[in-house]
């Protein structure tokens, strides 16, 4: 089981930054990649980005050039870095990590981007 507990959400500008932190706990061996998604009321969970085990990181189009994903070595936490935040960035933004044929979600935070 891994545990997931991602922080860092709030309410900018449009224009603004927000640094998304998530700790993992638990059996952090089994973690092949972690990453984001994000979710708005009436749609399907998106990606956003997700990094793996040999540092490949995939971003979602509408996010590349803003958005920065990175992770300690020992996956104990993974960090999203949101630059020129849009209005269409407000959303629920979940951790998510791969071990290995299993996901794991964290509780989510909520990123609201509004002048």
């Known amino acids: 089981q891994v545990y997931l507990a991602d922080s860092g959400g709030d309410a900018v500008q449009p224009g603004g930054s927000l640094r998304l932190s998530c700790a993992a706990s638990?059996?952090?061996?089994?973690?092949?990649?972690m990453g984001w998604y994000r979710q708005t009321p009436g749609k399907q969970r998106e990606l956003v980005a997700t990094?793996?085990?040999?540092?490949?990181?995939n971003y979602a189009d509408s996010v590349k050039g803003r958005f920065t994903l990175s992770r300690d070595f020992a996956w104990n936490m993974v960090f999203l870095q949101m630059d020129n935040l849009k209005p269409e960035d407000t959303a629920v933004y979940y951790c998510?990590?791969?071990?290995?044929?299993?996901?794991?979600w964290g509780q989510g935070t909520q990123v609201t981007v509004s002048s």
């Open positions: 998510y990590a791969d071990g290995h044929g299993w996901d794991y």
């Open positions: 638990g059996k952090i061996a089994s973690i092949y990649a």
């Open positions: 990094i793996n085990t040999v540092g490949k990181t």
